[in-house]
């Protein structure tokens, strides 16, 4: 209990070194880019491979479950569309993501804790917090919301191409995903995906910075991370759901 | 000239430093010896402000390290050059992007005069024509130079090292402990050598101190050291037979 206080209390203390000012502006957009590369196009991959197949069993588990003359088939594109925007693609994606992008920035970090290069930073007279995280959280921040329109947009594509190889017409896939469309579940989706890219860069940033020891702990320091986020994207997964949805009217 | 007086250290009811006081002259070589776990890094470390410690003072010049505000230490440590054990090179920057990395963030010098900078330090450490090595392709030995190169291009009027002779070859160290030697007095900088290698100690050993059991038991320079008749200090010196044979023919 007081080890896990110590720990929110570090994070905060951790956190308000990061949000400074960067101190040279051109090495903050040289970062930044760097960031882009490492954390955004690197998972652009794995992103449209997963959305694709899951969009596709979505559609043809929902074309099983419910093969009834009381569902017209346009229902499979219906609940194909709301189960991808409202669920899969912000968070199911961000779990993922909090498995591939946290640890890497975990391993990252930690591996330059332990081999001196945050200290040579310190040295050096720069926040190596501010340095190192900012660019990371800013990226994810600004990017994710991309990665989850990105993976809706799949993930539909591969629910119509499932939906096909069921026989659901494309017609009536096509009705299925214009029926009773509420932008307002788009806006959701992109919000909670800024929380999570929030969640998943700081909290693997953390466990990285404070990593001590040798190659070993930071291993350990990269499963913390990804268990911690992917449990407090659940957490609050939640919370947003039902700030958001619960109390809107449509 | 770095001043610390009556420095008090505990990690935990560990206490690591017991009243430590010691002037760490500028032109000359200081070493702190000691064997592992004495204390040494630890004063390393809270001389640089790296570790928080509980009692004491340490001046740079006369200006009152323990005193200043992060910002203001962060100024002092501008003037620091640190050879840390492992090097601590940014392993995703070449060789030049290391050196020139501190002149980027603190200087508003041209692209040219940052090349000739990093030109000249590589020179100066016999490493000309490596610019574009990146960290992964050198050798222990070329690692530690590039990071005196690293520590050199801001000319630093201190210049600390951690153990810089630590897994080299004893030709590789003998050129490390002259580097360090002909900086110090070239530029007139207050160097601290931190080893337990006796080698460097009787090669560039202006002023010692012996620190044992987180207290400095012993002050001279390596001439002294040789007829010093302090029982631990004596041990620590004299462990090797090598060095107890040199002691019987001198």
Redesign the interface.
Known sequence: MIKGLQNIGDYFIMMNKVMSRP??R??FLKQFNLEIMKIILSSIGIVIIISFFIGAVVAIQQYFNLSSPLFPDYTIGLVTRDAVILEFAPTMLGLILAGKVGSSITSEIGTMRV???I??L??????SASFLILPKILVSVIFFPILIILSISIGIIGGWLGGLSVGVPTSQFILGIQYEFIPFYVTYSLIKSIVFAFIITSVSAYYGYHASGGAINVGKASTKAVVYSSIIILIFNYILTDLILSGISF | MIEVKNIHKKFGDNLVLNDVSFNFQRGKTNLIIGESGSGKTTLL?IL???YPFDKGVISYDGRIFNEMKLKEK?????E?G?L???G????YMTVEENIK??L???TNQTEEEKIDRVNFCLKRVNLENQNNLLPSALSGGMVKRVAIARSISMNPRYLLCDEPNSGLDPKTAILIDDLIKEITEEYNITTIVNTHDMNSVMQIGDNIAFIHNGEIWWEGNKEELIHAENKELHDFVFASKLFKRLKRNS
Not at chain 1, 122 to 127: D, F, K, L, R, T
Not at chain 2, 74 to 78: K, Y
Not at chain 2, 88 to 91: E, G, K, Q, R, V
């Open positions: 101190e040279k051109s090495v081999t001196e290069q200290d040579a310190e040295i050096m007279g720069i926040n | 470390k640089i402000g790296l962060r100024l002092i440590r501008q620091i640190m840390f054990q492992g601590a090179l940014f392993d990395f501190p980027t963030m603190f």
